[in-house]
């Protein structure tokens, strides 16, 4: 079955940076859209980013653009979010996502992961 393992969050002061990993199996990773989604505590989910299954196309919410960047290799079926100058808005759990085709625009997420916790603080 499909499976998702997100890891590589951590506790980061302002300012520093993480990448996250989501190692993929159970499923032709290579054919499919991933993308990332978040929790912060108290909030609902929150779309992060996504990209199409050759990884040309992109997306990115208005509050990590240009901080923030989504990549997958297909030949280790895993997807990474690097996040830069994070801030303490970036606290939250977060999720690899899969959608159910090749391409993310316009499509709902299919199946996610349990999440990694992520914690900005000084």
């Known amino acids: 079955q499909v499976q998702l393992v997100e890891s590589g969050g951590g506790l980061v002061q302002p300012g520093g940076s993480l990448r996250l990993s989501c190692e993929a199996s159970g499923f032709s990773f290579r054919h499919y859209a991933m993308g990332w989604l978040r929790q912060a505590p108290g909030k609902g989910m929150e779309w992060v980013s996504s990209l199409t299954n050759g990884g040309i196309s992109t997306g990115y919410a208005d509050s990590v653009k240009g901080r923030f960047t989504i990549s997958r290799d297909n030949a280790k079926n895993t997807l990474y979010l690097q996040m830069d100058n994070l801030t303490l808005d970036d606290t939250a759990v977060y999720y690899c996502?899969?959608?159910?085709?090749?391409?993310?625009?316009?499509?709902?997420?299919?199946?996610r992961g349990r999440g990694t916790q992520v914690t900005v603080s000084s």
């Open positions: 996502a899969k959608y159910p085709g090749q391409v993310w625009s316009g499509r709902q997420i299919e199946q």
